[in-house]
């Protein structure tokens, strides 16, 4: 069965970092590509940033560019989101994500459709 496990959530003041982690199981992990996404109340789900696990490429939201950097362990089919520079509208539910590495997904590493298995989120909350 594929699954993804997110972790490393919690309370931060701004300005603060956090490491999110994101475990995989049950497929071929440098297949696929793993992104973040994250949800706050009343909003929609929005891509934070993406990793291509067959070649390491990345992708930045612009409002997370600079701040959060994406890393892959292939060993550990772990995925990691290092967040610095935390702001209040960071704090959103934080959820990682599996798809195959399409063209679609090249060019389209935002869009939830393109990812293909979900994990539970993990909450992310930035005080002010």
């Known amino acids: 069965d594929v699954q993804l496990q997110a972790s490393g959530g919690g309370l931060v003041q701004a300005g603060g970092s956090l490491r999110l982690s994101c475990a995989a199981s049950g497929f071929t992990f440098e297949d696929f590509a793993i992104g973040w996404f994250r949800q706050a109340p009343g909003k929609e789900r929005e891509g934070v940033s993406c990793?291509?696990?067959?070649?390491?490429?990345?992708y930045y939201a612009d409002s997370v560019k600079g701040r959060f950097t994406i890393s892959s362990d292939n060993a550990k089919n772990t995925v990691y989101l290092q967040m610095n520079s935390l702001k209040p509208e960071d704090t959103a539910v934080y959820y990682c994500a599996a798809g195959h590495q399409t063209v679609g997904l090249l060019l389209h590493p935002d869009a939830p459709y393109e990812y293909d298995y979900w994990g539970q989120g993990t909450l992310v909350t930035v005080s002010s």
């Open positions: 990793i291509r696990n067959s070649d390491g490429s990345t």
